[in-house]
């Protein structure tokens, strides 16, 4: 019985912050998946699984407070998805310590581009549309790349460079981030790659963790929010170098 307490604790935070930020979590599922004995494709495939889940548990609540833009999400996964492929082919030609090194350069100036901007509105009154595709082709890129979530470049990019309000840019990403993890969790399925008995272990407490994490996005400041993503950017950054 105690193991399963342990996975529904681990889903449900991993689903929170999945929620709350409109991030796949993948950062914090693969090392979690390690840790309880899966080799490190596995915990790729499998985080992928989970990423699938969780986006879609919080996507729903936010389309349900209509913070999800829809032609956004289709302009940004028709790049993402190519670049994704184009990342993983260049990933066995470049050195993985520069891009990593590039990568923590990046996340850091986007935390500082977040902690400086203000406010903003609330609604999508000013959508740069036109800078949708770049955002949708790094993002792609990076993700193949590094076998990361596209959602930790997501949501500071729409924010900053396309003048998505950060909750819209939450829920805008959390439904983006359902097909590219979708996609790739097909893929490591059909190579073998996903423990489907784990996933769904720790897909209840996923599910409940991304809904209160998707409501709480909600009831939080937007100033609140950038200085947490921020924060969650410069980790990601410095667990990149080490």
């Known amino acids: 019985m105690f193991p399963y307490v342990i996975d529904f604790i681990a889903g449900l935070g991993i689903g929170f912050i999945a929620g709350l930020l409109g991030v796949g979590?993948?950062?914090?599922?693969v090392p979690t998946l390690v840790l309880m004995g899966e080799s490190i494709h596995v915990a790729i495939g499998t985080s992928l699984a989970c990423i699938t889940i969780s986006s879609l548990a919080s996507a729903y609540t936010h389309l349900r407070r209509g913070a999800v833009l829809f032609r956004v999400v289709l302009v940004k996964e028709a790049f993402s998805i190519p670049a994704a492929f184009l990342g993983a082919y260049l990933s066995s030609l470049l050195p993985e310590a520069i891009l990593r090194t590039v990568f923590a350069?990046?996340?850091v100036y986007l935390a500082y581009s977040l902690l400086k901007k203000?406010?903003?509105a609330?609604?999508?009154t000013?959508?740069?549309?036109?800078?949708?595709p770049?955002?949708?082709?790094?993002?792609?890129?990076m993700s193949g790349l590094l076998g990361i979530s596209g959602g930790i470049l997501n949501v500071p990019l729409f924010h900053t460079y396309v003048g998505i309000p950060m909750r819209y840019a939450i829920g805008t990403s959390s439904l983006a981030l359902f097909f590219t993890?979708?996609?790739?969790a097909?893929?490591?399925y059909r190579l073998g790659q996903v423990d489907l008995h784990t996933a769904f272990l720790l897909a209840p407490g996923i599910i409940l963790g991304a809904h209160l994490g998707a409501i709480s996005a909600h009831r939080t400041r937007p100033a609140t929010l950038r200085r947490v993503f921020a924060l969650l950017l410069v980790a990601v950054a410095i667990r990149m170098v080490l």
């Open 181 to 184: 993890a979708l996609a790739g």
């Open 126 to 132: 000013a959508v740069n549309y036109r800078r949708v």
């Open 105 to 107: 350069v990046l996340l």
């Open 122 to 124: 609330d609604g999508p």
């Open 186 to 188: 097909i893929a490591h």
């Open 134 to 141: 770049l955002v949708g082709f790094l993002a792609g890129l």
């Open 118 to 120: 203000g406010n903003g």
């Open 25 to 29: 979590g993948g950062f914090l599922i």
